[in-house]
């Protein structure tokens, strides 16, 4: 099964992914689209020089250059039927979505739907380790907020993505590009609208997921549970 969790910066799409791999590693495999961009960034290869230059604009990256790399990234566990691939920020474009669609023959789309106060708010809080690499977000982290890495003790970074221009500018076209792919899927119940504002919680919006999965028939004898009181997600494979 694959699923694809979109939304524009600071919706919270990373958090999503991030708790159900950690959580169930068993059942879940990630490929995030943003790890790739910066892995290539890191190596300093011809695609990252590329990326770089659209980050700092607050353009999206080079549809075609990134097509290959989640390709290849993908054909490492398509074999694998036991694992629910999420697809973290993918298809940021109706070109990506075609792709998604007709190549890596995806079963659901979640968009996570968040104005641009409070994704403005979650992302320029966002800091990066200048020494061991480490992400945080000053939200969260106390320590963040003194300008230091909770790991390591060095000092962080506002990240490239995170200054409020190319902030304003990614989000706008996010939302411009969000619409041609959402006419694209138009009649196909494969599309899900999640609201994930300020007021709703990591652990609202998993109960969602899962309320949502018992209401419909997943291929592979997949089926998704009603949290319990603590509100931990029950997996079952029949």
Not at 65 to 72: A, F
Not at 144 to 171: F, I, M, Q
């Amino acid at each position: 099964m694959v699923i694809s969790i979109v939304g524009s910066t600071g919706s919270g799409k990373g958090l999503i992914c991030d708790y159900l791999t950690k959580k169930y590693p068993a059942t879940f495999e990630q490929i995030n689209v943003g790890n790739i961009v910066k892995s290539e960034i890191k190596n300093d290869t011809e695609a990252g020089m590329s990326f770089m230059k659209s980050f700092r604009k607050g353009e999206m990256v080079d549809n075609d250059i990134l097509t290959d790399l989640i390709i290849e990234k993908f054909n490492t566990y398509k074999y694998d039927e036991k694992k629910i691939i999420l697809f973290n920020g993918y298809p940021c474009c109706v070109q990506q979505a075609e792709l998604l669609d007709s190549t890596l023959h995806f079963d659901y789309l979640f968009y996570l739907k968040a104005n641009y106060f409070v994704t403005r708010l979650r992302a320029n809080g966002r800091r990066k380790c200048m020494a061991c690499g480490r992400t945080t977000n000053t939200t969260f982290d106390k320590t963040a907020r003194t300008g230091v890495c909770s790991y390591c003790g060095a000092v962080l970074a506002v990240r490239v993505d995170g200054h409020p221009e190319a902030l304003k500018n990614k989000h706008r076209e996010f939302k411009r590009n969000m619409k041609h792919i959402l006419n694209y899927f138009e009649g196909r119940k494969c599309i899900v609208h999640a609201n994930f504002d300020q007021k709703t919680t990591l652990h609202q919006f998993l109960i969602k997921l899962q309320n949502y999965f018992a209401t419909v028939k997943v291929e592979k004898n997949i089926d998704f549970v009603k949290a319990e009181s603590t509100h931990r997600i029950v997996y079952h494979k029949n």
